[in-house]
C-alpha cells in the first residue's frame, strides 16, 4: 500500500469511502483542493475529459435532493463515467423489507462507486459495511454531509483569497437550524481544524447546536458563542452562513413557529451587523415560501451573496473525491481534450 497516495490518508476505519469529514486533517484537504483545481477547466466546460469511461456511478438517494444528486452525476458524467440511479424509498427494495446489507453489497456488484443519501444517521456508515467498493456519504439523517462541507471550505478558500483574508483568527456566524442541519455538522468539524476561530451560532434554544459538536470543535483556541436571538453586538463578521430549518425532521411540528421573521438574514439585518466584503453562506435550498424566515431573496443581487459560487463549486470538488476514490487524480490533466460543440 502507498502511504503517501491520498486515498490511503482518508481512510474510513481502514477502508476507501467517505463518510465523515473527521477523515481529514488539513494536509489531505489541500490535496483535495488541488486536485479540484485541475478539474477547474472540466467543470467550466472549456475541457473534456473521457477518463472514467466504463465506469459506473450507483446514485441512491432515499431523501430529497436537487443539487446534490445532480451535481455528482453531473461530475461523473463530465469525467465520461456513466450514471444508474434510484430515488425515494417507493421504487426501491427497501419498501419490500430488504436491508441496507443486502441493497449495498448488490450494486457493489453493478457499479464501481456508490453515493448515498438517507434519512437515518449513521445510515452510510451501515452501507460501507457490505459494500465492497467506495460509499461517499451525500447525507445521513441529521448527522453529516462532507462533501457540503467541502465545497463550502474550498469557497471560503477562494474567496478569502480574492479579498485578502485568512481563516485563522475569522468571525462565522451560523444561523438557522443547528440541531439538525448536517451540512453544519461537517463544516464546523472541517472549520476547527483552523485556529482561533470565533463561532457564533444562533438559533432558537431547540435548534441549537448538539453539545458533542460543540466540545469536538472547542479546540485550537476556537471559541463558541451561542445565542438565541440578534441582540448581541456582533462584530467584524467574515461570513454569515444560513441553514434552513428542517422542518422534516421535527416530530413536533409546533416547534416550526418557533423561526420567528426575528431571525430571518435579510438586506436590512446583512446591512447593519455585516461589512462589505462578508460572505453570506447557505447550503441550499433555501426555503422562499413566505414565512419560512429563511435566507431572504432580497439579496439575490448583493455582491456579497456567495450560494451560486458553493454550488457552482460542487462539480469540481465532487469530480476530484471520484479522482481520488477510484485512483485516477494523477492521470487527469493528461486526460484533457480540446471541447468541440461549444
Ligand atoms: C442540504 C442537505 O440536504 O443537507 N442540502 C444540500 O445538500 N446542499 C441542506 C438542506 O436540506 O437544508
Redo the contacts with the bound molecule.
Keep these: 500500500m502507498n502511504k503517501n497516495k491520498l486515498i490511503n490518508k482518508i481512510l474510513f476505519k481502514g477502508k476507501p469511502h467517505l463518510i465523515s469529514v473527521e477523515q481529514y486533517s488539513k494536509e489531505t484537504i489541500e490535496e483535495l483542493f488541488k486536485i479540484a483545481d485541475i478539474m477547474q477547466p472540466i467543470a467550466k466546460r472549456k475541457k473534456i475529459s473521457r477518463i472514467l469511461e466504463g465506469a459506473i456511478l450507483a446514485n441512491l438517494f432515499f ?3 436537487t ?2 444528486r445532480i451535481s455528482f452525476g453531473a461530475a461523473f458524467c463530465r469525467l465520461g463515467g456513466s450514471v444508474c440511479d434510484t430515488t425515494g424509498f417507493s421504487f426501491s427494495s427497501f419498501i419490500k423489507g430488504e436491508s441496507i446489507y443486502d441493497t449495498s453489497r448488490v450494486i457493489s456488484g453493478y457499479a464501481d462507486i456508490i453515493v448515498v ?1 438517507h434519512p437515518i444517521k449513521g445510515s452510510a456508515e451501515k452501507f460501507a459495511n457490505s459494500s465492497t467498493i467506495p460509499i461517499i456519504n ?2 445521513d439523517g441529521d448527522g453529516e ?1 462532507p462533501t ?1 462541507a467541502l465545497i463550502d471550505l474550498y469557497t471560503i478558500k477562494k474567496e478569502f483569497l480574492r479579498i485578502n483574508k485568512k481563516i485563522d483568527g475569522m468571525h462565522i456566524v451560523i444561523t438557522g ?1 443547528l440541531k439538525n ?3 453544519v455538522h461537517s463544516l464546523v468539524k472541517l472549520l476547527s481544524l483552523y485556529k482561533n476561530i470565533k463561532f457564533t451560532f444562533i438559533s432558537p434554544i431547540h435548534l441549537e447546536m448538539p453539545d458533542n459538536i460543540i466540545t469536538l470543535i472547542s479546540k485550537n483556541n476556537n471559541i463558541v458563542n451561542q445565542i438565541n436571538n440578534f441582540n448581541e453586538k456582533l462584530e467584524n463578521i467574515e461570513i454569515i452562513y444560513c ?2 430549518i ?1 422542518s422534516e425532521r421535527f416530530t413536533d411540528k409546533s416547534l416550526n413557529t418557533q423561526y420567528t421573521s426575528e431571525f430571518q438574514i435579510n438586506k436590512n439585518l446583512v446591512n447593519k451587523i455585516c461589512q462589505p466584503n462578508t460572505l453570506i453562506m447557505h ?3 433555501r426555503d422562499s415560501r413566505l414565512g419560512s424566515n429563511d435566507l431572504s431573496t432580497d439579496l439575490n443581487f448583493d455582491q456579497r451573496l456567495t450560494i451560486f459560487k458553493q454550488t457552482d463549486n460542487g462539480i469540481p470538488i465532487r469530480m476530484a473525491i471520484f479522482a481520488i476514490f477510484l485512483k485516477i487524480e494523477n492521470f487527469i490533466k493528461n486526460s484533457m481534450k480540446d471541447l468541440k460543440w461549444k
Design positions: 431523501e430529497a435532493s443539487r446534490t443519501r451525500a447525507g454531509h457540503q437550524d442541519g448536517r451540512t441553514t434552513r428542517q447550503p441550499l435550498p
